[in-house]
Antibody, heavy 125, light 108 residues
Framework: QVQLVQSGAEVKKPGASVKVSCKAS????????LSWVRQAPGQGLEWMVW????????NYEQKFPGRVALTTDTSTSTAYMELRSLRSDDTAVYYC??????????????????WGQGTLVTVSS | SYVLTQPPSVSVAPGKTARITCGGN??????VHWYQQKPGQAPVVVIY???DRPLGIPERFSGSNSGNTATLTISRVEAGDEADYYC???????????FGGGTKLTVL
């Protein structure tokens, strides 16, 4: 069965970086895209970015380029999301979520059908 | 950027019908997905492409989309339906994913 298993909770100081992993199983890793979605405490869902693990294509929400770096390791079917220059308002649960990409390897609207369990990142001095 | 507007809360008695709306400019021309999120859990898609229902989601869940409003309808509401619900679209003009602000469904 499809599973996305994320790394554990992190506590970081302002200005530091955090790297969250998302290990996929139960499907061919390079056949689907992965998005990262975050949720601040008591708030709604906020889409951040998606990546095509096959070719490395990415598409970022406008507020994140330069602070977010996505990488994938196809040998272990794992995606990584690094968020730099952390601020207190980056405190949130970060989710990875799988989605179908079109024939050109781009995301054009399918739902996020499987989600990781979430990783709480707390930014505090 | 494209904005999706949901009511913050909807309350309904058990056995009744809950309707959760998602407003957006000409949203009827887009595909809308709906997610259910219970406390401490990841979201789960309950309706995709406006009105399709994934395997395992009860028939009580249905969706529609026309004009400037998409609607998630939950018939014969049960206590277990109490959760936050989010609508989501892909905005082709910005090439970005957009979520609504979420609606907390309370079963009275």
């Amino acid at each position: 069965q499809v599973q996305l298993v994320q790394s554990g909770a992190e506590v970081k100081k302002p200005g530091a970086s955090v790297k969250v992993s998302c290990k996929a199983s139960g499907y061919t890793f390079t056949d689907y895209g992965l998005s990262w979605v975050r949720q601040a405490p008591g708030q709604g869902l906020e889409w951040m970015v998606w990546i095509n693990p096959y070719n490395g294509y990415t598409n970022y929400e406008q507020k994140f380029p330069g602070r977010v770096a996505l990488t994938t390791d196809t040998s272990t079917s794992t995606a990584y999301m690094e968020l730099r220059s952390l601020r207190s308002d980056d405190t949130a649960v970060y989710y990875c979520a799988r989605t179908v990409l079109d024939s050109s390897g781009w995301y054009q609207g399918p739902p996020f059908d499987y989600w990781g369990q979430g990783t709480l990142v707390t930014v505090s001095s | 950027s494209y904005v999706l507007t949901q009511p913050p809360s909807v309350s309904v008695a058990p056995g009744k019908t809950a309707r959760i709306t998602c407003g957006g400019n000409n949203i009827g021309s887009k595909s809308v997905h709906w997610y259910q999120q219970k406390p401490g859990q990841a979201p789960v898609v309950v309706i995709y492409y406006n009105s399709d229902r994934p395997l395992g989601i009860p028939e009580r869940f249905s969706g529609s989309n026309s004009g400037n409003t998409a609607t998630l309808t939950i018939s014969r509401v049960e206590a277990g339906d109490e959760a936050d619900y989010y609508c989501q679209v892909w905005d082709s003009s910005s090439d970005h994913v957009v979520f609504g602000g979420g609606t907390k469904l309370t079963v009275l």
